[in-house]
């Protein structure tokens, strides 16, 4: 089988998945390409620029690069492509060939249903209608809002897959044996935007603050919020309780997250997927997520592996975070079951194990089992 893996960049987010594949099919059959490059804001965040993998090509910046991918793209019995290349995919299903569109969700707030007032997006609206009424034409949303928003566009009843990032599994995990140190670790990292709400968290650990809670927060990451957030931070919390710091290189995140016994995401529903929770979740650090983010709603099942709070509301958190820095227990078990959900149903060896079948029953026409949950389980719309 031949696999091409299509994406916007080549990142740590996209290519643990990459290296599973290419293991499957072998180096000779399996092409990853890269529209483009990570922007100035991820790489000054720790996102690297280059990869060593020979398999990695970047079409946009030489001709030979573009030959290659074009010969792949129609050579390829499976294309899974993470760009809205319409054109190309709707000759793909032209010529019977099995094509996966992968995205995160198209109808992002503030704006909305309201892009399809654009001209340009409703002609690409249309023409993604055309498409997705082909049989060789397969969805994969990052995350349950990814899934609903392309329900509104193109219902595909049978062909709409569950699906994600996925991280690398590291040989890393939070030590869960109990401790005597009553002072709580919690953590974020990410660039420090708006919509990231990082003033939420701060807010509810005032509230904590005030009760007597011990903790220690740290903030890792830069952005046009860091100077506010700071401020924000000096004033309610003092320095005392939190920690502010640069970025990191995304290779040392893991080993930050495990020493660290709370991660919080509480970002609102502009962010598709965060692949932070998979990271912390990965480690086993008790993890609290909004609950209008897109992995934290794909996989963290509340109370059980995780905490998901109402986005936007400070008390909603203040209560999550209440009820793991007042039982360790409690949080002991969010951790294990979190490191057991990546190890066991999220992990980038199993998406390509599954990913890798259910190809293969769509080449042959023959029957995939379809899994009960995780990735590649059926949306049902």
């Given at each position: ?6 994406s ?6 996209q ?10 099919v ?12 990570p922007d ?44 809205r290349?319409?054109g ?35 002609k ?29 566009v193109?219902?595909m009843?049978g ?6 990032y ?7 995990r939070h ?5 005597t140190?009553?002072?709580v670790?919690?953590l974020?990292v990410?660039r420090?935007?708006?919509?990231k ?13 005030s ?11 830069e ?9 924000l931070?000096?004033?309610l919390?003092g320095?005392?309780y939190?920690?502010i ?9 893991p ?11 509480p ?20 993890v ?20 998901l ?5 400070v ?8 009820d ?23 992990g ?31 949306v049902?719309?």
């Open positions: 089988m031949k696999i091409l893996q299509v916007n960049i080549a990142s740590h987010h290519l643990p998945l990459a290296k599973e594949l290419c293991k499957l072998g180096e000779n059959n399996f092409l990853f390409a890269a529209m483009g490059r100035q804001d991820r790489l000054k965040n720790g996102w690297k620029g280059e990869y060593p993998e020979h398999w990695i090509i970047y079409p946009n910046e030489s001709s030979a690069a573009q030959k290659k991918f074009n010969q792949f793209w129609d050579e390829a019995d499976i294309v899974l492509c993470g760009e290349l319409i190309k995919m709707q000759e793909r299903v032209n010529n019977n060939k099995v094509c996966f569109y992968m995205s995160e969700r198209w109808f992002k707030p503030p704006i909305g249903k309201l892009r399809l007032l654009h001209p340009r997006y409703f690409m609206f249309l023409s993604f209608r055309k498409l997705s009424k082909s049989k060789y034409f397969h969805y994969l949303p990052t995350g349950p809002f990814a899934a609903k928003d392309m329900a509104l193109a219902p009843k062909r709409v897959w569950q699906w994600g996925f991280t690398e599994m590291p040989n890393l030590n869960l044996v109990g401790t140190d009553d002072i670790s919690i974020w990410g420090m935007l708006k919509w709400r990082i003033d939420l968290l701060i807010r509810a650990l005032y509230r904590l603050k009760e007597g809670k011990l903790f220690r927060l740290t903030l890792v990451g952005g046009p919020e860091r100077e506010r957030l700071q401020s931070a000096d004033k919390l320095r005392e939190y920690t710091q640069k970025f990191i290189p995304s290779e040392e995140v080993a930050l997250m495990r020493k660290h016994d709370i991660y919080v995401l970002s609102n529903a502009y962010e598709g997927w965060g692949a932070v929770v998979n990271e912390a979740m990965s480690v086993g650090c008790a609290i997520s909004s609950d209008k983010v897109g992995s934290g709603a794909a996989l963290i099942e509340h109370g059980v592996n995780g905490l709070f109402k986005s936007g509301s008390n909603s958190l203040y209560n999550c975070l209440s793991l820095m007042y039982d360790k227990n409690y949080s002991n078990s969010l951790s294990s079951n979190a490191h057991s959900t990546m190890k066991h149903i999220w980038a060896d199993i998406a390509s194990k599954r990913f890798y079948e259910l190809s293969k029953s769509l080449i042959n026409s023959s029957i995939f089992y379809l899994e009960s949950s995780g990735p590649l389980s059926l049902i719309s």
